[in-house]
């Protein structure tokens, strides 16, 4: 066998590699880069409380404080006197129960009422807060108002 095939087939074998090395397909595939989220600065104002008072959310009292008021006054006054005597005492009895009854419900904290707390910030401008509770948060106290939280400093 001469050399001239066997240099031609291996000619003819090293470009079938080398082509099926060129010929490599890739895919290339867009994608958007994520976006970057970058908070927003949070800046804190500082301020003093200037007032602390009670807001109600319901403005009707209940009137349990005026029926509890009222059979206790009356059970109370039947104990006094005799005969018409004993009517007049338990009605003054019921009516003045009632009446105190209604006064110290009024003068109870109930779940309906919340503290708003009133802050003068130290850029001279004045909000009003709301709370369910304060703890010992007093009138005076210095504050900071950050990230929509109101914190004592």
Do not use: W
Not at 39 to 45: D, F, K, L, S
Not at 56 to 80: H, Y
């Amino acid at each position: 066998m001469s050399l001239r095939p066997v240099s031609t087939l291996l000619g003819v074998v090293a470009l079938a590699v080398l082509s099926a090395c060129a010929v490599r397909q890739e895919r290339v595939v867009y994608q958007q880069p994520a976006p970057v989220v970058r908070a927003a600065p949070v800046y804190a104002e500082y301020g003093r409380v200037d007032n602390i008072g009670y807001v109600q959310i319901s403005q009707r009292p209940s009137g349990a404080g005026a029926v509890l008021g009222a059979v206790i006054g009356g059970v109370v006054g039947n104990r006094f006197g005799g005969g018409s005597g004993r009517a007049l005492a338990t009605g003054v009895g019921v009516v003045g129960g009632a009446i105190a009854g209604n006064a110290i419900e009024g003068r109870q904290r109930r779940d309906d009422e919340l503290y708003r707390v009133q802050v003068r910030f130290d850029n001279g401008s004045v909000r009003e807060f709301d709370f369910e509770r304060i703890d010992d948060l007093r009138i005076g106290d210095r504050v900071k108002f950050e990230g929509g939280q109101l914190h004592r400093v």
